[in-house]
């Protein structure tokens, strides 16, 4: 016998009985031949995804935009899924990427200035020739990503993940501050 909280699964001679207690309805299932069992089956592993909350996403019709247009300044594309898109030149500024997946998307070109990306997972993206001033990459994914020329002046870098990233001319580096040019030593 198994229990999870006010659900339990009885194996007896009988075959399998399941009793589901979801918020306060009760269902008792009896199986005992192959067909009951494959049903029972069916319905144990389908409970969890009917049971899961979904994720909240951003604007579908957002989504839409930038990927017909390339243009979606300001759009909330918070949570979405972008992985692989061809974004090359893209006008995302002031847009919310927070969460997104933008897993070996091409971003060469795009315009992500003032954007939120926290959390944003950018693996193996190309973010050559971006523009990411003033936006917010902390926690973003850019492992294996390939990063030149891209300028993040002003932008929130905490807990980037960058291993195994090609980052060349741009202002991303690995702890401590940036060097001072040009400074005297009186």
Do not use: W
């Not at 659900?7 to 009896?30: A, E, P």
């Not at 002046?153 to 001319?169: C, E, H, K």
């Amino acid at each position: 016998m198994s229990e999870n909280g006010n659900n339990k699964i009885t194996l007896s001679g009988d075959g399998i009985i399941v009793t589901i207690d979801y918020i306060g309805i009760k269902k008792q299932m009896r199986g005992g031949s192959i067909m009951n069992r494959n049903l029972l089956n069916a319905i144990l592993l389908a409970t969890p995804l009917m049971l899961a909350t979904p994720v909240m996403a951003g604007n579908p019709v957002h989504v839409q935009q930038l990927l017909e247009t390339g243009q979606c300044q300001g759009c909330d594309l918070s949570n979405e899924d972008l992985r692989y898109a061809h974004l090359i030149g893209s006008d995302l500024r002031d847009a919310n990427l927070q969460g997104a997946i933008l897993i070996e998307a091409n971003l060469e070109g795009a315009d992500l200035t003032g954007a939120n990306l926290k959390g944003a997972n950018l693996y193996g993206a190309m973010l050559t020739n971006a523009t990411l001033n003033d936006s917010n990459l902390d926690s973003v994914n850019l492992a294996n990503a390939i990063i030149y020329d891209a300028d993040v002046t002003g932008a929130s870098m905490n807990n980037l993940n960058i291993r195994n990233a090609q980052i060349f001319n741009t202002g991303i580096g690995v702890g401590g501050e940036a060097p001072k040019i040009n400074e005297k030593v009186l």
